[in-house]
């Protein structure tokens, strides 16, 4: 089962972006998707030819300031996970 199928399994009413089910990195708790921006960016990227400003432009202008009901997707900026090692620990 993917991602798009799972949330809207949970949440019917669940607003999803089409083509962008590869950006899903998870789910609140009120149902409502979950998608990493910059992966945004790099699929609008592969999808239309852009290059980085227009997919850029175009997450933050048509997405990030979409309000599409009670159930818009959350947008958030993901940071890489910290090396751990022996002397950090």
Known sequence: MDKRQMISDIN???HLWDGLDDCIIGITEEACAVYDIHKM???LMKINDWDIETAAEYVEFNILQAY???FTPVHVWTMPEPEFTKETI
């Open 68 to 70: 599409i009901g009670e």
């Open 41 to 43: 960016e790099l699929e």
């Open 12 to 14: 019917p009413q669940a």
